[in-house]
């Protein structure tokens, strides 16, 4: 399959830090991939995603997207990707309704269809009876799900998430994974991070674990599985490879 997102020798460090968020982490990702980031709190994850959006600029190293150098072309990067940040990227005062159009607008999508697009994307996440109540009234989940729609408006064909299911609850979690998968099955690449084991055992087509702003290893959830002796889950997987001691960094 074509290569879709290409990273050489990155490395991040933030100013004011004496330590690497990220250091010299190559990576290539597919498309159609369904690519799960995982890792310790603050193993560098947060720091990836937001350098593969383009958020932020990288210390050193190369990045691609589909050929296009992200020094050269990172306004066109951005315009052909869909990103859920982990923090809400919502207006609290305006209705869910309201936000989805402006965010719409933001994207140059034509007002017509606009109007049924997000009426027919708060149906589809369960918030049909929603769609005129402020953001600022709604609970964790309910926003995450608002927060990803969001980020799909535009229908991107490579979709980042930083954590899209973080601190909802389970039925939330449910909606936001089944949504993931159609899009998935629509050829959408998606490429995002988790602390949930599990889920991302399921739902990930590949897998990298980042530790200390580095790749330990990288592969499909079962040949990660397999690789480690007497392990049945990714999360046996995850403990083995990256120890149980806590990651306190200030
Ligand atoms: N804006 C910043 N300024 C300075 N240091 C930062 C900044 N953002 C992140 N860091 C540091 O960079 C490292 C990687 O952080 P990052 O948020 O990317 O990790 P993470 O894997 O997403 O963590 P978590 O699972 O807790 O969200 C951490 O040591 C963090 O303290």
Redesign the pocket.
Known sequence: MEEIIRVYQLSKR?A??D?Y?LKDLSLSIKQGEIFGLL?P????????ISTLCGMIKPTSGELWFKNLNYRQHRRKIQQQIGVVPQEYALYPTLTAAENLYYFGSLYGLPAATLKQDVAHGLERVGLADFAQKPIKTFSGGMQRRVNLLAGILHRPNVLFLD?PTVGVDVHSKEVIMALLQELHEQGTTIIY?S?HLNEAQHFCTKIAI?DEGSIIVEGKPQQLIESVSGATTLENVFIHLTGSQLRD?A
């Open positions: 933030y004011g830090s330590r968020a890792g709190n603050g193993a560098g994850k947060t720091t990836l954590e991070s602390h980042i960094y």
